[in-house]
T-cell receptor, first 112, second 114 residues
């Protein structure tokens, strides 16, 4: 039973436009959510996070939105750049759980 | 200077063999993890160690045995390898008190069992 799901395996966006990556979760005990970015042959790297007490967190071109009632979060990248092409993983954790639960990733391709 | 380093990066071996993957972190973190990325691309936690003490074992078969000689190292030994063990194994670390909120990952070790 996958508690974190990213239902879009891939997404293609034109350079300069907005990229929106989605993530759904089922565990209502999750209270912290993160996005990781992964390039080929590298490990995932932390991108941005949000606590369940917030509904939005922004860092430069990256904004994460959390809708707790829908158990849904999204990552917005604007404007999208070619270097943003990567696999993006959504992850979540429960307070004190000492582990992250990951989705299966969405491959984002930014076209020039 | 690599923060979390794993060796080997690639490993190809026959069914039934025993193999090890090593991990070292130079971040001064207290907690280290092993994650497995399977064919369906999910990253799933296998083990977590906090300052050499096992704190998470996610129903991994006994053929997998982690060992943490000190808090900077977490090695993974796998006995009697099976086809289903083929995957990418990621080591990670996090600071004490952060829960698992921000992990720093190694580049991964791709294991192929023939």
């Amino acid at each position: 039973d996958q508690q974190v799901k990213q239902n879009s395996p891939s997404l293609s966006v034109q350079e300069g436009r907005i990229s929106i990556l989605n993530c759904d979760y089922t565990n209502s005990m999750f209270d912290y959510f993160l996005w990781y970015k992964k390039y080929p042959a590298e490990g995932p790297t932390f991108l941005i996070s949000i606590s369940s007490i917030k509904d939005k967190n922004e860092d430069g071109r990256f904004t994460v939105f959390l809708n707790k009632s829908a158990k849904h979060l999204s990552l917005h990248i604007v404007p999208s750049q070619p270097g943003d092409s990567a696999v993006y993983f959504c992850a979540a954790s429960e307070e004190g759980a000492q582990k992250l639960v990951f989705g299966q990733g969405t491959r984002l391709t930014i076209n020039p | 200077d690599t923060a979390v380093s794993q060796t080997p990066k690639y490993l190809v071996t026959q069914m039934g063999n025993d193999k090890s993957i090593k991990c070292e972190q130079n971040l001064g973190h207290d907690t280290m993890y092993w994650y497995k990325q399977d064919s369906k691309k999910f990253l799933k936690i296998m083990f977590s160690y906090n300052n050499k003490e096992l704190i998470i074992n996610e129903t991994v078969p006994n053929r997998f045995s982690p060992k943490s000689p000190d808090k900077a190292h977490l090695n993974l030994h796998i006995n009697s390898l099976e086809l289903g063990d083929s995957a990418v194994y990621f080591c990670a670390s996090s600071p004490r008190g952060s829960g698992a909120n921000v992990l720093t990952f190694g580049a991964g070790s791709r294991l192929t069992v023939l």
